[in-house]
């Protein structure tokens, strides 16, 4: 993303103060993780990495001023080889002469807030995980079902929104309809949501778009929800086998994060909206540690062994 985007509405309370390299304000901020260059200062620059937002407060300014001027100069000619995109001062403290020549000789734009380092941090921080991790879009619908968020994929007309729909009437809620957004934040963490334009929008065939928080209250409606399950809805094929005891677990990779799937038929007369709220409290139920399959598997096992056990021996 550009050094520009940092001076937009997102992050008007940090109200940045442009003091150098106006011209270079298209350079490009490529890393989400923000860096504060204090060892980089004392002479230690393994770990400056391009292309990261470089923070310099209260602790960095108070080191450079204990500095020889000839060796301050020298350090911080060092740093600004490193392809820095964008200085950032904060806590309203001037910009040591230094720093101020470097950025213009670097052509890096230098900005200057008044926010404590740690807020400025936090928020820019934020704001660049938003517009810098990984991203997909998938056809399907997002729902928070018991905490757990589900994603109902399938070809179109197979059910998915309608099977969504009957779910929300049941008091579950509504993330995303039709096109749902991902990303993919450093945590590994899978976090789900509708784009603006479609944000509680759900389309019924024969009916056509219904806003569902209009409908059914704010409760119906989830900003954004991490993914937990996934379940593929496709048609009853005759013959195919299908899980019958969920002892074999599948994944579904999204963004390279293998997340728990579950392929699940559709024929005439099955409620589909009980079987994926089913799903979604069996998942709940195995991450506090009971599985169903698993524990009937061992009973049968202990079964059977009694019963050997019990045979009387020829």
Known sequence: MRVAELLGDDLSDLAFELLAGGDRLENRITNPRVQKPGLAFAGYL?????????????????????????????????????????????????????????????????????????????????????????????????????????????????????????????????????????KRYPDGNLVGFAEEPLKHLMELRGIGIVNVKDLFGLAAVRERKSIDLVIELEPWVEGRAYERLGIDESTHAILEIPVPFIRMPVALGRNLSILVEIAARNHLLKQLGRHSAKEFAQKMEEQLERNRRARPPH
């Open 46 to 182: 393994s770990y400056i990495r391009p292309g990261r937002v470089q923070i310099v407060g209260e602790s960095e300014v108070g080191y450079l001023a204990t500095l020889d001027p000839a060796v301050r100069a020298e350090r911080c000619a060092l740093i600004f080889r490193l392809a820095i995109p964008v200085v950032v001062m904060t806590k309203g403290f001037p910009p040591p002469l230094e720093i101020r020549e470097e950025c213009v000789r670097h052509s890096v734009p230098l900005l200057a807030t008044r926010a404590l380092s740690s807020h400025a941090i936090k928020r820019i921080s934020y704001f660049l995980e938003e517009h810098l991790v990984p991203s997909t879009h998938v056809h399907g619908v997002l729902l928070d079902i018991f905490g757990i968020g589900v994603l109902l994929v399938g070809g179109s007309g197979v059910g998915k929104s309608e099977s969504a729909l009957d779910l929300i009437t049941r008091g579950h809620s509504l993330v995303a309809d039709d096109c749902v957004t991902i």
